[in-house]
């Protein structure tokens, strides 16, 4: 069969390759690799009814630290241009980074504050993504082959 569709069979083979290596980055299978805290943590922001009531604690507590954030989305949907049906989890870090903050960022901070430094702005510790998902190959509308590199974070840190 092959034989007869040489040029198709090779088109084919190729959306069949970059679709098994989608499924391998699959939202479930990295579930699994999660710390036990951080897999909760998700479940429960996805299904806040069956998470357990903490009281105050909880609410409190409920977007504290820098996170990994998924959301489902449709690649003209990140703004960039391409027309496509082609979809994907994109994954972006999110939260605070307080508890991150060093005995050098106090000090900046009070420096600052008491007008030592030259420049008033100091930085602070942000979530930002330590590490980047595989690239995302895929077709636009148009039929034209496209790759996105360090489209979608796979790990977040306070930088």
């Given at each position: 069969?092959?034989e007869d ?46 998470s ?56 900046l ?12 702005k ?8 330590i ?29």
């Open positions: 069969m092959p569709y040489p040029d198709q069979f090779d088109d084919v083979m190729d959306f069949i390759q970059a679709t098994l290596k989608r499924l391998k980055r699959s939202p479930d299978k990295q579930m699994a690799v999660l710390p036990r805290r951080e897999r909760h943590r998700q479940a429960a922001a996805a299904n806040p009814e069956n357990r009531g903490k009281g105050r604690r909880g609410q409190k507590g409920k977007n504290r630290g820098c996170v990994l954030t998924a959301i489902h989305l449709n690649v003209t949907d990140l703004g960039l241009g391409y027309e496509t049906k082609e979809e994907l989890i994109f994954r972006y870090c999110s939260g605070s980074c307080d508890a991150a903050e060093t005995m050098y960022d106090k000090i901070k009070n420096l600052s504050r008491n007008r030592r430094l030259v420049s008033d100091v930085g602070q510790a942000c979530c930002r993504p590490a980047f998902d595989d690239d995302l190959s895929f077709l636009d509308d148009n039929l034209v082959y496209h790759i996105l590199r360090k489209h979608s974070a796979k790990r977040c840190g306070c930088i």
